[in-house]
């Protein structure tokens, strides 16, 4: 039967399926018992990151190697390695390496913006929050994931269409944010019926095949609601920080409240709750109107046990013919400088 140490020696060659490093040097073994009399081994390994498709190959090859060796049954458990060792393996890590977005080597701060339900002005709060970074002088990506109602490339006012050289797409710059969506890729008003499968597909490419080159944050528009698409995304990046947008209104409040549940069951941290469309301000009078009703942005926040980052007024930008985008605020407007102060807000919650 094995010993403990034969079993440390066979694992030791196995690799870590996010570091592409054997376990002899992430120190990944956690522990080991055997059971002679029943010629069982259970094993507890830390890898980078737990419940993924790489985790499954893994076990599978743990297995097959442990008993291949005379195990008759073996166990497996996994834990995720501790921070720190993840942050010294980033500085050892080889250019590749830290461009692969989805590694737990690159130090690319992920922002998911969530709804519970569609209509409460989730993409109009990404762009602008995107645009807020850069001009806080942050280099920033966005995805709109939302792949059923794209909308963000009409909203920053982009008329290009990504250039795509051989393998690679590169993603249109606009504000200070490169941008990429599936509205680049499908004709316009074309309904996008795909399954669940071909989109998770798309959205993989969104990470691994476009040049993103060195980011600060990178923020993902998501879809409405907690479906398929936006389960996907979760379990697809390393990890998240999330920020959910609700109206006043209770009802929206707790349906968002489900977009927050499902951030934290699939361990992304909340980073906070975004009140939008607030109030209406007359131009005339200045009075304030509560047209979506009060206290749903504060009571979500509270049970979400997040901050509430910030509370943004209904109304729209002012356009520039010359320089057309519809959703964009000016740095000065008013709602521009909330979402200026919402920025700083985020780099202090996301960099901690």
Do not use: C
């Amino acid at each position: 039967m094995l010993t403990e140490q034969q079993v440390q020696e066979l694992l030791a060659g196995l690799q870590d399926p996010f570091l592409k490093r054997s376990f002899a040097e992430t120190d990944g073994i956690v522990s080991i018992r055997v059971k002679e009399e029943k010629k069982h081994v259970s094993v507890k390994l830390a890898i980078a990151k737990t419940n993924t498709p790489e985790q499954m190959q893994l076990q599978m090859a743990v297995v097959d190697t442990l008993k291949e060796a005379g195990a008759e049954s073996v166990g497996i458990r996994f834990e995720e390695l501790p921070p720190e060792k993840l942050a010294a393996f980033r500085g050892k890590a080889t250019e590749s390496e830290a461009q692969d977005l989805l590694s737990p080597l690159n130090k690319v701060q992920f922002i998911s913006i969530a709804s519970g339900k569609g209509g409460v002005g989730k993409s109009t709060v990404s762009v602008n929050l995107a645009i807020a970074l850069a001009r806080l002088g942050k280099k920033v990506g966005l995805i709109d994931a939302d792949i059923y109602g794209f909308s963000v490339p009409d909203m920053m006012g982009i008329d290009k269409s990504p250039v795509v050289r051989g393998n690679t797409i590169i993603p249109v710059e606009r504000f200070g944010v490169k941008v990429i969506s599936m509205g680049f890729f499908v004709e316009e008003n074309t309904p996008v019926v795909w399954r669940g499968p071909m989109l998770g597909k798309v959205l993989d490419q969104f990470f691994r095949d476009v040049e993103w080159g060195d980011l600060d944050y990178l923020l993902l528009d998501l879809p409405p609601g907690t479906g398929d698409v936006a389960l996907d995304i979760h379990q697809m990046l390393p990890a998240s920080k999330e920020i959910i947008v609700t109206t006043p209104h209770p009802t929206a409040a707790f349906v968002a409240a489900r977009a927050g549940a499902m951030a934290l069951q699939t361990d992304h941290e909340v980073l906070g709750v975004i009140e939008n469309m607030s109030w209406f301000e007359s131009k005339e009078s200045g009075k304030r109107e509560f047209v979506f009703g009060q206290g749903g942005g504060p009571k979500l926040s509270e049970e979400l046990r997040a901050p509430l980052l910030g509370q943004v007024p209904l109304g729209q930008p002012d356009w520039d013919e010359k320089d057309f985008a519809p959703s964009v605020y000016a740095e000065d407007h008013p709602t521009g400088k909330i979402y200026g102060e919402i920025a700083q807000q985020i780099m202090k919650q996301a960099d901690k």
